[in-house]
């Protein structure tokens, strides 16, 4: 695509459930990188993929937090039985794989647990 | 464990003026410094820098970087109300994640008329 999709764009949800959030990186970048964002904060690294491998998961705040990618593609971060501090906006970043590459964001996903 | 610390964190300036914001870093073997702006939720990138001493400018925005002092910035010439936006230093290195990009809390810049 012409860039990086995320959805949904909002998403409000009660205390305990689970949640979907998803991203669609730009066509042919094989990196792809969650970050959260909390209001008036600096952007926290949550995981990074490669292709289908998640080398780096350190970010992942909790148990409660998972993420997987398909096909190189799509990329879904879960949250389970969400507490009201998971509240931020989620957003994902896509790179080619290389070192030097820029890494483009999208839109975000802002969540709302109440 | 590698750090991004920004300066000032944050700028009120009327429109016209010059302003310069500093980005200094710990990184294990740097590979490259981005700038980004933020305005509503989405960074938008602005520049990569991976070499020293090369300006990087797109309008009346410029960057460069000093790989010895460890420390880039980003100017801002005769600015404009739109250039009211969070503005953001991000490093990745090659040490024990390769491609993880590392981000300062930000400058917020407001430009006033």
């Known amino acids: 695509g012409a860039g990086v999709s995320q959805s949904p764009s909002n998403k409000v949800t009660e205390k305990g459930k689970d949640v979907e959030l998803r991203c669609d990186p730009i066509s042919g970048h094989t990196a792809l990188y969650w970050y959260r964002q909390s209001l008036g904060q600096g952007l926290e690294f949550l995981i990074y993929?490669?292709?289908?491998?998640?080398?780096?998961k350190s970010g992942l705040p909790s148990d409660r937090f998972s993420a997987e990618r398909t096909g190189g593609s799509v990329s879904t971060l879960t949250i389970q039985r969400t507490q009201q501090e998971d509240s931020a906006v989620y957003l994902c970043?896509?790179?080619?794989?290389?070192?030097?590459?820029?890494?483009?964001f999208g839109q975000g996903t802002r969540l709302t647990v109440v | 464990e590698d750090k991004v610390v920004q300066s000032p964190l944050s700028l009120v300036v009327h429109e016209g003026d010059t302003v310069t914001l500093n980005c200094s870093y710990e990184?294990?073997?740097?590979?490259?410094l981005l700038w980004y702006k933020q305005e509503k939720k989405a960074p938008t990138f602005l520049f990569m820098l991976t070499s020293s001493g090369i300006e990087k400018k797109s309008g009346r925005l410029s960057s460069i970087l000093d790989k010895k002092e460890l420390f880039s910035i980003l100017n801002i010439t005769a600015t404009q109300t739109g250039d009211s936006a969070v503005y953001l230093c991000a490093v990745r290195g090659s040490g024990g994640s390769n491609y993880k990009l590392t981000f300062g809390k930000g400058t917020l810049l407001t430009v006033n008329p």
């Open positions: 993929f490669q292709g289908n491998s998640a080398p780096d």
């Open positions: 970043a896509s790179s080619f794989g290389q070192l030097n590459t820029e890494a483009f």
């Open positions: 990184v294990t073997n740097f590979r490259s």
